[in-house]
């Protein structure tokens, strides 16, 4: 017999998948497809971009880098993360994100376009933010892309898996759009062996804890399917200079994924799959 408060929590899950399915059956993007139009990059966080698209950003392609969540909240209670990362208060610590971001994105000769989103640890529920304010604030800027770039939602941060969740809505509007493995939670085991190059482990299957992530997302290809970027010397010698410039970021960062981020034959590797379209069948 289910426990007491089963039987409601279970109800309450069932609504809201079904509000969340009708919400998406609903949702009309602003953004079009346009083939001559610049890529479209969506980074959550401000160094998501450098941390895992570096490929993306040195290239000469035309891009649009879009910081969703940069908003700087208002005076409050410190966040936990911001007090893990030795801040004084929230919304000077933004700004100093805000700031190295801008750094660090300069790199690559790149320019961000911070949108005024709240990350998550400064929203107070309710209401939760919903695709349409995603869409909103990005469509002001950017009407149409070639090409969109989201987290694949590895690690199950909920700003990344609402950006994800948007990717997915475009690319059933026709939008071509690829999801990237983010760091450092994807290499909380290492890399997979087929990413690396490394003789695989029996004992260690990366695949799993990935696929306990991308299970829900139906427009997925073969996980092993996946597009692997290996930057050679200068290119993953580029990127660490890059990720440097997060100095209030990076140390805590990097203890959480015990030292990883900043050996080569980490951050070297970049990964992504490009969404089916609806209706489009499996791929190998």
């Known amino acids: 017999m289910p426990g007491p408060g089963t039987v409601p929590r279970t109800l309450y899950r069932h609504s809201r998948a079904l509000r969340a399915a009708y919400l998406e ?54 966040t936990l993360w911001d007090a893990i990362t030795g801040a004084a208060d929230s919304p000077s610590r933004a700004r100093e994100r805000i700031a190295e971001d801008a750094v660090a994105l300069a790199e690559a000769r790149r320019q961000p376009l911070n949108l005024t989103l709240l990350d998550a640890q400064y929203r107070k529920p309710p ?30 941060h909920p700003d990344h898996q609402l950006t994800r969740r948007y990717g997915r809505m475009l690319a059933r509007a026709g939008l071509p759009v690829t999801l990237y493995a983010e760091l450092p939670y994807c290499v909380f085991h290492g890399w997979p062996y087929w990413v690396d190059g490394r003789e695989p482990d029996p004992k260690r299957d990366v695949d799993a804890f990935w696929e306990s992530f991308l299970g829900d997302v139906p427009e997925m290809p073969a996980l092993r399917g996946a597009h692997v970027e290996r930057l050679d010397d200068a290119g993953a010698a580029a990127k660490l200079a890059a990720m440097r410039c997060y100095a209030t970021q990076l140390p805590a960062l990097d203890y959480g994924a015990r030292g990883l981020l900043a050996d080569p034959e980490i951050h070297r590797f970049e990964v992504r799959w490009e969404l089916r379209a609806a209706g489009r069948s499996p791929t190998a």
């Open 127 to 156: 209401p939760a933010l919903q695709l349409e304010d995603l869409d909103l604030a990005i469509a002001a800027h950017v009407r149409s892309a070639s090409r969109v770039y989201v987290p694949a939602g590895i690690g199950a």
């Open 25 to 78: 059956r609903r949702f009309r993007t602003r953004i079009g497809f346009d083939a001559q139009a610049p890529e479209l990059l969506l980074s959550p966080h401000l160094d998501d971009a450098v941390l895992d698209c570096w490929s993306v950003l040195s290239d000469e392609r035309e891009l649009n880098v879009v910081n969703i969540f940069a908003g700087i909240p208002a005076p409050g209670p410190l």
